[in-house]
């Protein structure tokens, strides 16, 4: 199986900035995209920042503008620049990969959450 941990949330003051990542790890044979997810509790999870492999990227309609998506493809592991954080930006973070693994010959698509790491914004 595909693993994915999450690692960089805590608590930070308004305006302030915080940097996540996660790193993909298992019998990985390709990823396609990466991103990252938010949940607020009683809300749904919604988009925060996908990554593809060609570094295509898009943005939940809330960060844009604040927040950064990057990816290292050689260590398997995307990063979430988050700056001007907001209080509304408290949730809990999850990272997200989809691919194949296994061998070239017989692939298998995967598609994986991390734990997810708790991003609070209070003064």
């Known amino acids: 199986q595909v693993q994915l941990v999450e690692s960089g949330g805590g608590l930070v003051q308004p305006g302030g900035s915080l940097r996540l990542s996660c790193v993909a790890s298992g019998n990985i044979f390709s990823i396609n995209a990466m991103g990252w997810y938010c949940q607020a509790p009683g809300k749904q999870r919604e988009l925060v920042a996908t990554i593809t492999s060609g570094a295509e990227t898009s943005y939940g309609d809330s960060v844009k503008g604040r927040f950064t998506i990057s990816r290292d493809n050689a260590k398997n592991t995307i990063y979430l620049q988050m700056n001007n954080l907001k209080p509304e930006d408290t949730a809990v973070y999850y990272c997200?990969?989809?691919?194949?693994?296994?061998?070239?010959?017989?692939?298998?698509?995967?598609?994986?959450w991390g734990q997810g790491t708790q991003v609070t914004v209070s003064s």
């Open positions: 997200n990969a989809e691919g194949y693994q296994g061998s070239p010959l017989t692939p298998v698509h995967f598609r994986s």
